[in-house]
């Protein structure tokens, strides 16, 4: 069975470091990944996604990249991060475009 | 471009009752639907996918619905527990079908 796998669970970082998320998934070849932003009192907002190793779309201009060094690993990172990049950060995958998405369990970041 | 709406934002009803909640979204030419659980503090769950050749699908208590025609989705929730108390959230395709763009959320709370 498949299943995805986010790290870490939560991070407390202060204003103007670097960041680095981790997602993985296991038990698919190939799949596409997401990864979402959900801050206080707002819906969940997609920030990239990627339809296979390399190749990385970008849906809001930010403070944030993403990249996919592997197959089944996408990372979110930031060079320098801003009170504004607080959140919960969800990773999520799907078989293909218009399929059903599954996601991990999140990391809280919160910037001090 | 894709907007998704809940209604109502919170929701409060005692054990036993059935319930529905709403989501609305702005562009009908969507691949899937998709229902969400979101626990404090945790990821989001996947409860049911409507495909848009579909109508409706059911999954023990719940049965989600949609009519593409007038961009309206409904989660029918039967007999409601305790541990039905989450947010559900309520996801429909972007323009270009490669992610999800989802609602902010109902908020259910069911009291024993």
């Known amino acids: 069975s498949q299943t995805i796998h986010q790290w870490p669970a939560t991070l407390v970082q202060p204003v103007g470091s670097p960041l680095s998320l981790e997602c993985t998934v296991e038990?698919?070849?190939?799949?596409?990944l997401y990864w979402y932003r959900q801050a206080a009192g707002r819906g969940l907002q997609l920030l990239f996604y990627s339809v296979g190793i390399g190749q990385i779309s970008s849906e809001v201009p930010q403070n944030l990249s993403a990249s996919r060094p592997q197959d089944r690993q996408f990372i979110l990172s930031s060079k320098k991060l801003l009170l504004s990049d607080s959140g919960f950060y969800l990773c999520?995958?799907?078989?293909?475009?218009?399929?059903?998405?599954?996601f991990g369990q999140g990391t809280r970041l919160t910037v001090v | 471009k894709q907007e998704v709406t809940q209604i109502p934002a919170a929701l409060s009803v005692p054990e036993g009752e059935n319930l529905v909640l709403n989501c609305s979204f702005t562009d009908s030419a969507i691949y899937n639907l998709q229902w969400f659980r979101q626990d404090p503090g945790k990821g989001l769950t996947s409860l049911l996918l409507?495909?848009?050749?579909?109508r409706e699908q059911t999954s023990g208590r719940l049965n989600a619905s949609l009519d593409k025609s007038s961009g309206r989705s409904t989660l029918y929730i039967a007999a409601s527990q305790p541990g039905d108390s989450a947010t559900y959230l309520c996801a429909a395709d972007n323009q270009a079908g490669t992610a999800l763009i989802f609602g902010k959320g109902t908020t259910l709370s069911v009291s024993s």
């Open positions: 038990g698919t070849s190939n799949p596409n």
């Open positions: 999520a995958w799907s078989v293909e475009s218009n399929t059903e998405a599954f």
């Open positions: 409507i495909q848009s050749s579909q």
